[in-house]
């Protein structure tokens, strides 16, 4: 059977890794001079408190090769195929990382390395189909060519509390977070061609901001893939990711709706508060 592996930008709940035995390759994330694995050896929490001490948002780094060579080796070994998936080339050199992995292992023709153009869980989406379609005997070439057709389905987007982590980043100018802030604007984000670009700005609490969001693309959820729908976020209230919950169920589209946490390398540059609601166009 296909061996499905993905970086872990892919924000892919425990639960759903071990459902679909689909293993990651973790980021970096650097607090200073400080490396952590991301997802294994710090938690999007301490981000937020070592960001707000030292004022500035950490940087993230691609895996090491060595790191990728050590975890699609035994794979291989095993005889089996790979279908790999990484964050946006736009966004980290985690693809480049993976094709030259299947080099050093001269497996070139055995591993399948994905670029899903997207982020969080615009690329988990794309992961757990692959992990279906891997489950059901399908091969990495029919994996792939099947990924491909469904990359630019995949609708990905956000609303973000704070300017700050995006400007800290250097996404946003200083500018539009002091404009943004004073007058309590929440950009839309979408993920489109793997670029991050700014949508509509709504204003106002962002309790109600969410809310908002996902009413705007009812119409598009009510024609999505019906399979599954992710609602992604950085730490946000109970309640409102319940609204949110509540809100897509009342629209009997989907067989699944599936909640994760964002992983250390899109929390550290969104911030806390963000929500985004995922989904494949049909």
Not at 154 to 163: E, N, P
Not at 224 to 248: M, N, W
Request: hydrophobic share 40%; charged share 30%.
């Amino acid at each position: 059977m296909v061996k499905i592996i993905s970086d872990s930008t892919c924000d892919l709940s425990q639960e759903l890794l071990k459902k679909y035995d689909i293993s990651i390759l973790p980021l970096n994330i650097l607090l200073g001079e400080q490396e952590y694995r991301d997802g294994e050896e710090i938690t999007p929490e301490e981000i937020y408190r070592w960001s707000e001490e030292h004022k500035e948002t950490p940087k993230t780094a691609a895996p090491s090769i060595e790191r990728a060579v050590a975890l699609f080796e035994p794979y291989l070994k095993e005889g089996r195929e790979i279908v790999c998936f990484s964050i946006s080339e736009t966004m980290s050199s985690s693809n480049n990382v993976m094709h030259l992995a299947a080099e050093e292992l001269e497996a070139e023709d055995k591993v399948w390395v994905i670029d899903s153009a997207n982020l969080s869980t615009g690329i988990g989406l794309l992961v757990v189909e692959a992990a279906i379609l891997a489950g059901e005997g399908r091969s990495a070439e029919e994996i792939a060519r099947k990924m491909e057709e469904l990359k630019p389905r995949v609708r990905a987007s956000f609303v973000v509390d704070t300017l700050l982590y995006l400007y800290r980043g250097g996404r946003c100018s200083g500018l539009s977070a002091l404009a943004g802030g004073a007058l309590k604007l929440h950009p839309r984000i979408d993920v489109k061609d793997g670029v991050m670009g700014s949508g509509k700005k709504y204003r106002g609490a962002i309790d109600k901001v969410i809310l908002h969001y996902v009413a705007d693309m009812e119409e598009e959820l009510k024609n999505a893939k019906p399979d599954r729908v992710f609602i992604t976020h950085s730490g946000c209230d109970r309640e409102v990711v319940d609204q949110v919950r509540d809100y897509l169920q009342e629209l009997h589209v989907f067989g699944e709706i599936l909640e994760t946490r964002a992983g250390g390398v899109v929390s550290s540059h969104c911030g806390p508060g963000t929500l985004g609601v995922l989904f494949i166009a049909n």
